[in-house]
């Protein structure tokens, strides 16, 4: 963060000899490229559409917010990008679940992770030789999917909670979300903790 807040300053630039500074500074994109501490890209959200205006751009530390109206899947696309994200490029994926039930976000991920009926791993009653596929495919996956629910419907959870929250797992599991899904962000309130009115107010200052 240090290194990226240097980059922004009033004062006027070095002038840089891009000829002459060719090799020097492949040189070192190559050390920064093959470093061991180097993160995965993120370049996609598994929705064809959506992959294809990216292009193929690092979506890295970038906030992506999906907008519809109510009832038209919304939260079903934030869980088909974890699942994927996790399962097909081996990324760790930390879900914020603000609505609904916990059992119902593990439910549907546990499920679309197997490519099982929802209604069949919550009810238990998939048939014993499906379920040893269906593990088998799950010691497969490389990535790590974690939720952390709050009570249904809570409207206490601010953005500090979510910062708090990611530091706590960072901080457990030693390891750091390549991916953050929040459901929904429209739920959170910001640190005032003050109640906001319907004129966008709360959404900006979130």
Known sequence: ??????????????????????????????????????????????????????????????????????????????????????????LNVLHFQLEGSKAEALNAYSAALVSCDSFRYETGTIRDRDVEQYLTLIDSIAGKLFVKSYPKFNCNVSTVDIMNGIAEFKKRYKIEPDVVVIDSIDLLTDSSGRKWGENGERHKRI
Not at 44 to 59: A, H, S, W
Request: aromatic share 10%; hydrophobic share 30%; with cysteine.
């Open 1 to 90: 963060y240090t290194e990226w807040e240097q980059t922004f300053s009033l004062r006027s630039s070095d002038f840089v000899d891009v000829i002459s500074t060719f090799n020097t500074r492949f040189l070192e994109n190559r050390q920064k490229h093959n470093s061991t501490d180097k993160k995965k890209p993120i370049t996609r959200f598994y929705i064809d559409q959506l992959d294809e205006m990216n292009g193929g751009k690092d979506l890295r530390t970038q906030l992506t917010c999906i907008m519809a109206a109510t009832g038209v899947g919304k939260s079903h696309a934030a869980r088909w990008i974890g699942k994927n994200a996790c399962q097909i490029d081996g």
